[in-house]
């Protein structure tokens, strides 16, 4: 017999009231009560028994967007390119942001798969592991991730290693021979992939790569461009450049920090970008960089999931974009 409401509510000692405000993650419930009525629902296949089966014979026309961060502009950009497709399309596109919210991102991936509200997702940059985005495949739920690549989904991404590989040729170019990395491995960024791309152009003009110029920051943030300022002009190793894989507005923090300090940009420190935010064309100077095609992005990823829900394409399959280095005046 299908698991009931009531059948959990026994076991979690709770009405069943309770457990139907739990399910449907309404407010004003305490965070154990929430944790175990999940727990119990998880353990006795709540979801794909008494939900699943009734909705997955009928289409939702729905397409659900999960993002990290609706505040985001590299997201709002992504977006754009997902609403903007040619395609005749009968499907609403659903936003989903975790951002703020009690349930975490795999929470929310767990009930967007198993309640079929929605006939397939696209996922901007999820931070939880490939294992957990697994529920998209075990629940048969069309699913396309985006700006990294996976191997249980399908996925849009760039060529990040080829794209940091064109910045630092650039600064070398240049004449630039000490150039400072700046890295940040917060919301699964593909940063190894960045990184790669730095060493391998420093490795092809025989510059040993010298991890005291690698340095971290917290989070894409000027505040974090503006302290990691400090730790570059007091290095021993006195880099005349620097190319930040952790994005823009580190940066442009970087820039304006520089600027006040009294040096010149790009004459006393060299300095480019990853993203091509639009702020990087307001600074000044102007901020060089690499560029995601964001819209494009967004673009292929409506189309892949499409076909996907419509039955035109089974197999998994990723689809890789280039990046474009684009030159301003900070470097």
Not at 39 to 44: F, G, K, P, Q, V
Request: with cysteine; charged share 25%; net charge negative.
């Amino acid at each position: 017999m299908p698991v009931t409401l009531k059948d959990i509510a026994e076991r979690a000692k709770v009405t069943a009231a309770t457990v139907s405000m739990v399910i449907n993650n309404k407010p004003n419930i305490s965070e154990d009560t929430r944790e175990k009525v999940l727990a119990i629902a998880s353990e006795l296949n709540y979801y794909p028994n008494a939900i699943a089966r009734g909705l997955a014979t009928s289409k939702a026309n729905a397409i659900g967007v999960i993002v990290p961060n609706l505040a985001s502009s590299y997201v709002v950009r992504i977006l754009q390119g997902i609403k903007s497709t040619n395609r005749d399309i009968d499907y609403t596109v659903q936003l989903f942001d975790t951002i703020g919210q009690k349930e975490t991102e795999t929470q929310l991936f767990q009930r967007l798969a198993r309640e079929r509200r929605i006939d397939g997702a696209i996922l901007i940059g999820p931070v939880c592991s490939e294992a957990e985005l697994r529920v998209f495949k075990d629940e048969h739920v069309p699913c396309v991730v985006i700006a990294r690549k996976c191997d249980v989904l399908n996925s849009v991404y760039v060529n990040n290693t080829l794209g940091s590989y064109e910045a630092t040729e650039y600064l070398v170019g240049k004449g630039h021979q000490s150039i400072a990395g700046i890295v940040c491995y917060k919301k699964n960024l593909p940063m190894d992939e960045r990184l790669d791309g730095y060493k391998q152009s420093l490795s092809s003009h025989n510059i040993p790569f010298n991890s005291d110029l690698v340095f971290e920051v917290a989070d894409d943030t000027m505040e974090e461009g503006k302290a990691v300022f400090q730790k570059i002009i007091e290095s021993p190793l006195k880099p005349s450049a620097v190319f930040i894989p952790a994005g823009d507005m580190v940066a442009i923090g970087i820039i304006k920090t520089a600027i006040s300090a009294g040096m010149s940009v790009p004459e006393d420190l060299a300095v480019v970008g990853y993203d091509d935010l639009p702020a990087a064309e307001v600074v000044e100077p102007t901020l060089t960089t690499v560029r995601q095609p964001k819209l494009e992005m967004g673009d292929n990823a409506i189309d892949l999931i499409i076909d996907k829900i419509e039955g035109r394409d089974s197999e998994i399959k990723d689809i890789e974009l280039p990046t474009k280095f684009i030159c301003r005046n900070s470097a």
